[in-house]
Nanobody, 122 residues
Framework: HVQLVESGGGSVQTGGSLRLSCAPSGLSVSDFSMAWFRQSPGKEREGVAAIRRDDHTAYTNSVKGRFTISKDNAGNTLYLQMNSLKPEDTAMYYC?????????????????WGQGTQVTVS
């Protein structure tokens, strides 16, 4: 049984930082492409950042230079370091695992999802 559990969300002021974590059970982050998506009310789910098995990363343009995705294979944990946060970053953030072949930031490419952690920037 695969389960992805996110943590680290919260409320922060503009310009602040948060680090999200995703701890999967039933799969290894070293065996899958891992990604962070976000969704705010009334908007479509958006791919934020992804990391392949070979550590190649991809970011949506709006977070480049501010967010960093990383993983700890030994600890089986995925991270998203978010700096210089803006109100438009406010959303529910989801961890995902999959084997994408067209795009690292397309949600349909991922088969395993967490329940999400809320990030609010004011």
């Amino acid at each position: 049984h695969v389960q992805l559990v996110e943590s680290g969300g919260g409320s922060v002021q503009t310009g602040g930082s948060l680090r999200l974590s995703c701890a999967p059970s039933g799969l290894s982050v070293s065996d899958f492409s891992m990604a962070w998506f976000r969704q705010s009310p009334g908007k479509e789910r958006e791919g934020v950042a992804a990391i392949r098995r070979d550590d190649h990363t991809a970011y949506t343009n709006s977070v480049k230079g501010r967010f960093t995705i990383s993983k700890d294979n030994a600890g089986n944990t995925l991270y998203l370091q978010m700096n210089s946060l803006k109100p438009e970053d406010t959303a529910m953030y989801y961890c995902a695992a999959g084997q994408p072949w067209r795009s690292l930031l397309r949600d349909v490419e991922y088969g395993y999802w967490g329940q999400g952690t809320q990030v609010t920037v004011s």
